[in-house]
């Protein structure tokens, strides 16, 4: 077994916590306060386009979070399976943050930005819809895969 390198696991368990806390802010705390700004402020009123507009400019910007993160992901899981540590619950749910990780920030930003630049017609599509839906759906699995790939490698690590 290969001599571990503590920053290189402190940077990697960092990077999946600071982009779970990411995933989970945008989410909970960003996305509702856009889409209901209305409430807050005074004499300029958004409409629901704009407010998305806003939050496809936040998404748009976080997917370079994500790419990192995935980047992060791969490198280091292929690291820890080479140097022998290998973990069903690890490999799951790597694979499960890479694949949703990468479809969030080079599939769905990238379609929802494009009906967006088609216009406010195109956002009330069943289409739009549904990419909208998928793209929330894939958020909470991302959510999900990062907390337990954090978990698991923070288990695994105290047992070196």
Known sequence: ???????????????????????MTL?????????????????MML?????GIIMSEI????????????????VYEAVMYKSGERD???LLSAFVAL?????FSAVYVPRILAMQAAGAEATRSDTFAHLH???????????AALLILFI??????RRV
């Open 88 to 90: 069903r619950i690890v």
């Open 27 to 43: 989410g909970a705390i960003v996305a509702p306060v856009i889409f209901t700004s209305d409430a807050y402020t005074v004499g």
């Open 47 to 51: 409409d629901h386009y704009n407010m």
């Open 152 to 157: 698991r490698r923070l288990m695994l690590l």
């Open 99 to 103: 694949f949703t990780g990468l479809l």
């Open 133 to 143: 839906f998928a793209s929330e759906l894939n958020f909470k699995i991302l959510a």
């Open 1 to 23: 077994m290969l001599k571990r390198n503590i920053y290189f696991d402190f940077g990697y368990l960092i990077t999946l916590a600071a982009t779970f806390g990411a995933v």
């Open 59 to 74: 998404f748009r910007r976080f997917s370079y979070v994500v790419y990192f993160c995935v980047a992060y992901i791969a």
